[in-house]
């Protein structure tokens, strides 16, 4: 469930009135969701930028549509304005966009990518580099493959030992 503060709603509401458009609507969606990159994209929708496919929240005054396809990513998502000195600030609270650390009846694949996308990809990605997963044997040896910045570093070694292992 997504839960929108009253004065996000007052906000909504008022921006809404400024529009002069019957009907418009707040459309809710997740961008890249399940990675690193994932974000949250708030605009104006109006009846026939619909297709049915929408969940629809109901607000005093105004609809949210949520876009089918992020549903399961923005759950227990909170929507908030906080009202401040120099202006107002929207915030979007969504704990599940980025993904779901694995449980402990995932596989090792999965578990891997996870620890890859949340936690190593983000300090290579710092210095300009990269690392996907190629295999996992049968033996549990990982294969790794760098790329961006990590390609013909003097450093993978390290990289590997000291921030991977």
């Avoid at 998502?77 to 650390?101: F, M, N, S």
């Avoid at 996992?136 to 493959?145: T, W």
Wanted: negative net charge.
């Amino acid at each position: 469930m997504i839960s929108i503060s009253a004065n996000a709603q007052n906000h909504f509401r008022r921006i809404l009135s400024g529009q002069g458009i019957e009907g418009l609507g707040i459309r809710l969606a997740a961008l890249h969701p399940g990675t690193p990159k994932a974000d949250c994209r708030l605009e104006f929708c109006e009846p026939s930028d619909l297709d049915g496919a929408e969940w629809t929240l109901e607000c005093e005054g105004f609809s949210v549509y949520v876009d089918a396809a992020s549903t399961r990513w923005l759950d227990a998502a909170e929507i908030d304005y906080l009202d401040g000195a120099t202006g107002g600030q929207l915030t979007i609270r969504a704990p599940h966009i980025k993904g779901r650390e694995p449980g402990v009846d995932a596989s090792i694949v999965e578990r891997v990518r996870y620890v890859l996308d949340f936690e190593i990809s983000p300090q290579l990605a710092a210095h300009g580099g990269r690392v996907t997963l190629e295999e996992i044997d049968a033996d549990g040896v990982v294969v790794l493959r760098f790329g961006g910045g990590c390609h013909g570093c003097g450093m993978v070694e390290v990289t590997v030992r000291d921030g991977i292992e």
